[in-house]
């Protein structure tokens, strides 16, 4: 690995001791934690002399004279990933956030629920029940939506709903512009975010710990401290502002399921959202397979008389 990266083992310690980003980038480090020597290796060259150790050996005892190398490294290693961790979580919450806003905002799309559960509910025979039933509001897309095989009349079912809104409510066929952050906040898992917002925790917990053990360690770790010192200032900083817009937008994606009368205790952000992904999806495909159909109904070839020539209007 020396080799290959160009450094000697000094100017490594040297980067991990200074935190330095600019020598040690993300695959160097994790390399590096990946051949700590393990406790029995390290007993084992504390056991042998020094001058009889080959290359790889005296490349270990270099590591083992940094106290907790590895949990430095893996210090570093949080510090290299942090701010795109951030930035990253910081995305994702606000594709959300503003998922919700349009979805619960938009007239247009509230005027396509409506439509749509009148329709759903004329095509089931259930009678005349309105937006404000429980539930109602997803199974009506539902309705609309599903394509499984038992169920291929719901294909022509959406393609009718189509072409009822476009000959009654022609100004509500773009309505999914409305919901431009739709699609993304989809594909998002708030359980994947929770993860991820805990990973921040326990690295920060971790960063707080080492940096008390390190105070300990002399003037080898000096460097590393004051840096290390900083950091985390600005870290915790980072997370709390992180934290508060996490519950924020955890409030709204609760607001978005409310908006269908579900209880977000039972129904998941994430079912609401691909249930309105997919509607729009197939509505967006209806459309296509209307203008399919009128084109062909358009290019239908003019009749022939018994000679062959066209017949003239």
Known sequence: ?????????????????????????????????????????????????????????????EMMRVPRIEIKLRVFSFKLQFTTKVAEL?????????????????????????NAITFANSSSNQGNLNESDVGLKLESLLK???????????????????????????????????????????????????????????????LGQELNASEKDGPISEGFRSVLKTFLKSAESDHRSLATFYLEVGR???????????????????RVTSILFNFVTAFTKAGDENIKTDKESKDVAVPLTPDGSKVCA
Request: glycine share 2%; net charge negative; charged share 30%.
């Open 1 to 61: 690995m020396l080799t290959e990266d160009n450094l000697s083992m000094a100017n490594m310690l040297t980067a991990l001791l200074n935190l330095d980003e600019s020598v040690l980038d993300m695959d160097q480090v994790e390399n590096l934690i990946k051949i700590c020597p393990t406790k029995e290796e390290v007993d084992m060259l504390k056991a042998g002399e020094e001058r009889s150790l080959d290359n790889s050996e005296q490349f270990f005892l």
């Open 90 to 114: 910081w995305k994702n919450l606000m594709t959300l956030q503003e998922a919700s806003k349009e979805v619960t905002e938009s007239k247009k799309f509230r005027r396509i629920m409506q």
């Open 252 to 270: 709204d994606a609760d607001l978005l399921v409310q908006f269908f009368d579900r209880d977000p205790a039972r129904c998941s952000f994430e």
């Open 144 to 206: 609309l939506t599903d394509d499984s095989p038992v169920s291929n009349p719901k294909k022509k079912l959406m393609e009718n709903f189509y072409k009822m809104i476009s000959e009654k409510e022609a100004d509500l066929l773009g309505f999914h512009k409305d919901l431009r952050h739709l699609e993304g906040a989809s594909k998002i898992l708030l359980t994947t975010m929770a993860d991820e917002m805990q990973g921040i925790i326990r690295g920060l917990q971790k």
